[in-house]
């Protein structure tokens, strides 16, 4: 099963790398100079700590299965 | 009434020879000079011994001695093989054939004549 | 000196001293079998050795001045975890199957185990860490001095000497002591694991410690410290624009740290050569990313908290020391510096064990044993000088680094300095990444490719950093070398705008990748590098065919080994053959005793060659698997099997041509010998028939006395012409042997076959008048010139019209002997009027022994049998031809030819 568990986390590894690139970091950008808010750091420490938590999930659902 | 022997030879000295020493020995001689002659010679009163050279043109000596044994008229006439070749497998086929004897050339006269004067039961 | 100083001295030490006793202890542990690192945990934390003094103190400092800048460089590694499963798992399947002990070995072998690849590795990778190793040294030196100028005293005085320099000692004797304990680098280093496993959580609660002061002691918490970073105006720092990076620098940029944390030396090590399970993987490809969140979150609020009390951007690398102190809070200091030492220390540790390892395996040994003269692979323990390469590598990174520090370090901040080291080591991404999931990836695209990569780095990159020290002049980046425009080292053909670092990466990796490309597709590889894409490309596929096995050599693991290499029939067969040796069956759990081994191998060595045999057997023994050498040993060998039994089957088929001709030859002999008893059997036939004759009329003369003179005359005259005959017969067999043999004393000289035609005639007179034969000849009057044995040819002559006169009618016989000149031979033909032969018969009469029959009621002929036999055999000897055709006459025609001689004056000379 370690293909199509490797396969899921290579959809996070792309879901990461948009949500860590443009257009994404512009839209906060903007978000970010509209509110007055500084969104930025929030937004990378929050996208960042999603996508281990969903990496998390999905390697430790099946604990105790193939490594 | 003497017996009859038949001299069957190619070689026309030693068809001589065999003459001579056949008429010395008392014996009536006819002569052929092929196998041919020899079975033409037999068809009338067959002869009491024949001498057979074996290797002759056309109908050899085994084959005269083959078709001598076939007829049971000619059963009682005795065949002495004469051969220049003198292998022991030939001397064996023509003992097989139904020769009574078997003689390698060169021959001692004696000897020849002697054999023949047994087989003819004379002497 | 002063107190804290000295404080923070001592406990550093202290804590040095530990680090040495845990290792050993690890060590002891793993040699006693219970280590203490087998867990995905303790392998995350190791992993964490990525964490050096630039995240420590660096990450603050680009924070103060950039915002989230810093943050690539932990979103890229995050990125590759998440694919822990995917290459980097198919990476340590590759290490672990072939005993790969660094990134030069894994690349050496990939490419055909290149010496040149193994060489060029390990340079780019020593060059690399060189300045790695340099902020390390400045990190560790300036935290002393900080400290120091804390206490009001001055570094040089204090401590007698240039405190990098002092740290860089201390580092070298450590890493020494630390690195180089033993040598064999297949071997997990699990003291040196649990350390740098130790240090990481250290480094990681002591930036915490410093992180919760400042946020909560200094300040009241993240809310309290954004509203003041308001109220200070340094809040843009918070926006991404506070980064001055485009969204390609940005990209570039997480792409070069994803790399980093697979490629530097040191993480190289600790990923792949120091893990004991591949399962590790799994749960370290989240909780990696996890200790890399938890080690940044207080990254900004640090950064912000100095700016926001007075603090300088260009002193933002020590922060995370400054804050403490400035506020009175010594021990945090200390704390502070111990974590960034541990940071420090561990990573040069582990780098400069890497990267000395590949110095003396990858680099140096191999260079050594091949200059023959120092005769070291007669030596039986090349312990010691290992070790001392090894250790003269460790110093030679942490000299260049000191040096480093020192011309261009100290104008550079921390980030700078470690992104040229990431730079520099993304070179191997293409070779490697490639090299993994591609065959065609050869060695010379990977040279090529390296080599470009390097080069752009250290054009794009380096040299710039020289520049800022001010080693280099300005106007290098500002109008590009000799003021070409295009070649500016960070603008490379007018590439602007980028971020020095993504610049570089992208130019040095488009150079490396598609060099790599390209030249891999335009030239060829070796057997041996395709073979290693093979294995390394199809790891997965090779790896679920059994692998000989750990520990010792069991019954059931040399039965699996004949197995492999013979095939079950034949293994089986041997197996029975044990079994009865020993009247037991044989258990496969059972350890194989010394004669099973050696029968073993001995059977292995029938198929697979001796050494390949030793090979495999030893790996079983030992409790190794193959490795890559042994491997192609063996494959060397059954090619040199395969081959050998081909040419084995040639030699068969030759052998049975050579069969089928030795079997034609033998009957042709028998025939020959059937031939020559058949011609014996004549033989002494045609002498018995004279024979016979001459004896019986010697008889009948001896036995009759009494015979009149007339018949003693002609029974004499009998005998004398039968031994005529006899005597002619043996002349002719004489002759004919003797001319069959080759050994006829050939009397040849020139001729005039008229001359020799007509005397062949007066010899046959006598005969010829005998039979009353009527004899025409037609000679021409000129000399018919000859080159022959006269004698012989006379006698040819003779025998062929004795032939005619045997056969002619009696009377009316006639015979006709002709001569011509046909072209460039003469023909004599001797026609009779007789019988005449059968065309089938024509080639008969030339036998042995045939004789012509003639008219029979006549006489037998007298000819020996062999006349026409001889005559052909002298003829051919001259180069003449004889034959038979129809006579005009009516009977038969003997004619033969000879070639005419060239020169007349031969003939004149004969007559």
């Given amino acids: 099963m370690s293909d199509t568990r490797f396969a899921r986390l290579l959809a996070v590894a792309l879901v990461a790398l948009t949500l860590f690139n443009f257009p994404m970091i512009e839209v906060i950008e903007r978000w970010s100079e509209l509110s007055g808010v500084a969104l930025v750091p929030v937004y990378f420490f929050g996208a960042w700590a999603g996508v281990i938590a969903l990496a998390a999930w999905l390697l430790e659902r099946e604990s105790g299965g193939e490594p | 009434m003497p017996k009859r022997v038949l001299v069957v030879d190619d070689e026309p000295n030693i068809v001589l020879s065999l003459e001579f020493l056949m008429r010395r020995a008392g014996f009536e001689v006819q002569v052929a000079r092929t ?27 085994y084959e005269v001695c083959e078709r001598l044994r076939a007829k049971p008229e000619w059963r009682k006439t005795k065949i002495v093989m004469l051969t220049a070749r003198g292998r022991e497998a030939e001397r064996e086929r023509g003992l097989a054939l139904g020769a009574d004897a078997y003689i390698t050339k060169p021959f001692s006269t004696r000897e020849l004549v002697e054999q023949v004067k047994r087989m003819l039961e004379v002497a | 000196m ?29 040699e006693q079998g219970r280590s203490v690192i087998a867990n995905p945990y303790i392998y995350t934390l190791s992993l964490a050795v990525y964490c050096t003094a630039w995240t420590y103190f660096g990450s603050v400092g680009v924070a103060a001045g950039q915002g989230v800048g810093f943050l690539p460089v932990y979103l890229g590694p995050t990125l590759l975890a998440l694919l822990f499963l995917g290459p980097v798992r198919k990476i340590l399947l590759i290490a672990k199957a072939y005993g790969i002990t660094s990134i030069a070995d894994f690349a050496s072998a990939r490419y055909g185990k290149s010496g040149a690849v193994a060489g060029l590795v390990t340079i780019v990778a020593l060059v690399g860490s060189i300045p790695y190793i340099s902020l390390q040294l400045k990190a560790v030196a300036t935290g ?47 003291g040196m694991v649990l350390a740098i496993a130790f240090e990481s959580i250290v480094k990681l609660l002591c930036f915490l410690a410093v992180g919760v002061f400042v946020t909560w002691v200094l300040f009241a918490g993240p809310s309290d410290l954004l509203a003041r970073a308001e109220a ?90 400054r804050l403490p102190l400035v506020h009175g809070q010594g021990w945090l200091a200390i704390v502070a510096f111990l974590g960034g030492l541990s940071a420090a220390t561990a990573m040069v540790i582990v780098e400069t064990v890497a990267v000395s390892t590949m110095i003396s395996n990858d680099l ?91 080069s752009v780095w250290l054009y794009t990159l380096v040299l710039p950093s020289f520049v800022t020290a001010g080693v280099l002049p300005e106007s290098l980046l500002r109008e590009g070398p ?147 050498d042994a491997l192609l040993e063996i494959l060397d060998e059954t090619q040199k099997v395969i081959e050998y039994s081909r040419r084995l089957e040639q030699k068969s088929q030759e052998l049975e041509a050579a069969t089928a001709e030795l079997r034609h030859a033998n009957e042709r002999l028998r025939e020959l010998d059937r031939l020559k008893d058949d011609f014996l059997a004549t033989v002494s036939h045609e002498l018995r028939t004279p024979l016979t004759s001459i004896r ?145 018969a024509r080639e ?53 030819t000879l070639p005419v001689a060239e020169s007349p004056s031969a003939v004149r000379a004969a007559a």
């Fill in chain 2, 35 to 61: 196998g041919g002659e020899a079975l033409k010679a037999l068809e009338g009163e067959p002869p009491d011994l024949v001498l057979l050279d074996v290797m002759m043109p056309e109908v050899d000596g």
């Fill in chain 3, 2 to 30: 002063s107190q804290l100083a000295t404080l923070a001295i001592l406990i550093s030490l202290a804590y040095l001293a530990f680090l040495f006793a845990l290792a050993s202890w690890g060590d002891r542990r793993a």
């Fill in chain 3, 144 to 190: 002393i001095e900080l400290l120091l100028a804390h206490d009001g005293a001055d570094a040089q005085g204090a401590l007698g000497a240039d405190s990098a320099l002092l740290v860089a000692l201390v580092l070298a004797a450590f890493s020494i002591l630390f690195g180089t304990r033993h040598i064999d680098a297949t071997e997990h280093h699990q």
């Fill in chain 3, 232 to 321: 200070a105006g340094i809040v843009d720092r918070l926006h991404f624009s506070a980064t001055r990076l485009g969204y390609a620098d940005w990209f570039l940029l997480t792409l070069l740290s994803a790399f980093a944390v697979l490629l530097l030396p040191r993480q190289f090590q600790v990923v792949v050569i120091e893990n004991l399970e591949i399962g590790h993987l799994r749960r370290a490809s989240w909780m990696f990313p996890c200790y890399l969140l938890i080690i940044n979150l207080f990254v900004l609020p640090i950064a912000l908290a100095g700016l926001i009390l007075g603090g300088t951007v260009a002193e933002a690398d020590s922060f995370v020391l």
């Fill in chain 3, 364 to 454: 140096v040994m191999p260079l050594l044993l091949r200059i023959r003269s120092l005769g070291l692979a007669q030596r039986p323990d090349l312990t010691g000088l290992i070790l001392g390469v090894r250790r003269a590598g460790i110093l030679l990174a942490i000299a260049g680094g000191y040096l480093f520090f020192h011309s261009v370090g100290e104008a550079m901040g921390l980030v700078s300095i470690g992104y040229i080291a990431f730079a520099g080591v993304a070179q191997f991404a293409p070779l490697l990444l490639l090299g993994i999931a591609w065959k065609g990836a050869n060695r010379n695209g990977a040279v090529v490719g390296l080599l470009a990569g390097f």
């Fill in chain 3, 482 to 628: 000799f003021g070409v425009a295009l070649l500016r080292p960070t603008a490379l053909f007018g590439l602007e705008g980028l971020h020095p670092v993504a610049h570089c990466t992208l130019w040095s990796l488009s150079a490396n990748t598609g060099l790599l490309v390209l030249v891999s597709l335009l030239t060829r590889a070796s057997d041996l590098e395709r073979l290693q894409a093979i294995l390394f490309v199809d790891v997965e596929q090779s790896r679920r065919t059994p692998r000989l096995w750990r520990g010792e050599a069991k019954v059931g693991a040399l039965e699996e080994l004949l197995v492999r290499f013979l095939g079950r029939p034949a293994a089986e067969a041997i197996w029975r053959a044990e079994t009865a040796r020993r009247g037991r069956p044989l258990d496969p759990d059972e350890p194989a005793d010394a004669g099973l081994v050696e029968r073993a191998e001995r059977q292995l060595a029938r198929a697979i060659g001796a050494a390949s045999a030793r090979a495999v057997v030893a790996s079983a023994v030992r409790g190794e698997s193959i490795g890559p």
């Fill in chain 3, 696 to 840: 019986s009329f010697s008889e009948i003369l001896l036995d009759n006395p009494d015979l009149g003179a007339e018949e003693r005359a002609h029974f004499l005259r009998i005998i004398t012409s039968e031994s005529e005959r006899l005597t002619r017969l043996i002349n002719d067999v004489l002759d004919l042997s003797k001319i069959e043999s080759g050994r006829m004393d050939w009397q040849i000289g020139p001729a005039d076959l008229a001359e020799l035609v007509r005397e062949g005639i007066r010899a046959a007179q006598g005969l010829v008048a005998e039979k009353g034969v009527e004899l025409e000849v037609a000679i021409p009057d000129e000399p018919a010139p000859v080159t022959c044995d006269r004698d012989r040819i006379v006698q040819v002559v003779l025998n062929l019209l004795s032939n005619a006169c045997k056969f002619v009618p009696r009377p009316g016989g006639r015979v006709r002997v002709e001569l011509q000149r046909k072209g460039p031979m003469f023909e004599i033909r001797v026609e009779d009027n007789g019988p005449g032969v059968p065309p089938a």
């Fill in chain 3, 844 to 896: 008969l009469v030339f036998e042995k022994f045939h004789q012509l029959t003639g008219d029979l009621n006549t006489q037998k002929p007298t000819g020996t049998g062999l006349g026409l036999t001889i005559s052909k055999q002298i003829v051919e000897r001259f180069g003449g031809r004889i034959w038979v055709e129809d006579a005009r006459l009516g009977g038969a025609a003997l004619c033969f």
